[in-house]
């Protein structure tokens, strides 16, 4: 088949208006009940529950399909210590050692957060999402690469649905800078780490700090023109 092939419209399934409805209702109300979870028990995911939601993150539209991300699921223990290490170096710095601008601070103040991270090595996987600024529709091509953080960005949010929709709990956490994660997963330079996505169950003491149930009604979100 030639790259300008077309093939029909067929992975398309059409349900009445009546039945989208209930099923637009019915999956705002289960992703509704994702939280972002910042105390994770220890218990183990199974490696193909995370394998399918990375490969269902894969499906992302990105620009000219050229699919610029890549995910490195650590499940090994001592890479999980070598990331909580450098990311609390990272967030010392930021809460700690007065890089936090005063505003951010606030920001930041009603979610109790602070510079320790143990649920970076409590969790049972961590996936460091990189963003390849080079690449192509197959691996090993070196094109441009179009709407980087766009795509990567929608990919991430089919990966957070996926694993919630399986029944894994996330967190995005952005340590600044990140860029340990080159040399802890054993990525090229080329590839810009993006984000650390936490997974695993929540721990019986977790908690929703009450901020983070404040959600913009409707109204406030969106305008019918
Ligand atoms: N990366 C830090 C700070 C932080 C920043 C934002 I914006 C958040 O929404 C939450 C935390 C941390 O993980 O603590």
Known sequence: MQPHDHV?????VEVPPA??????????????RRHSCRDFSD?????????????????????????????AAIASPALKARVRAAAEA???????????????RGALAPLGTDASKPYLETAPWLIAIF?????????GMDAKNYYINESVGIA??????????????????????????TEICGRPATEKPWLLLVAGYPAATATIPTHALIKKPLGDIMAVL
């Open 131 to 139: 963003a390849q600024r080079r690449g192509g529709v197959r691996a």
């Open 90 to 104: 990272e967030e010392h710095d930021f809460y700690d050692g007065g890089k936090a601008p005063e505003e951010w």
């Open 156 to 181: 991430t949010g089919f990966l957070i649905a996926a694993l919630h929709a399986a029944g894994v709990a996330t967190l995005t956490h952005t340590p600044n800078p990140m860029n340990f994660l």
């Open 19 to 32: 039945e989208m409805i209930a099923r637009a209702e019915a999956f705002r109300a289960d992703i509704a």
């Open 43 to 71: 218990r183990p995911v199974p490696r193909d529950v995370i394998e399918a939601a990375i490969a269902a993150a894969g499906t992302a539209p990105s620009g000219a399909n050229h699919q610029p991300w890549f995910f």
């Open 8 to 12: 029909p419209f067929r992975d398309f």
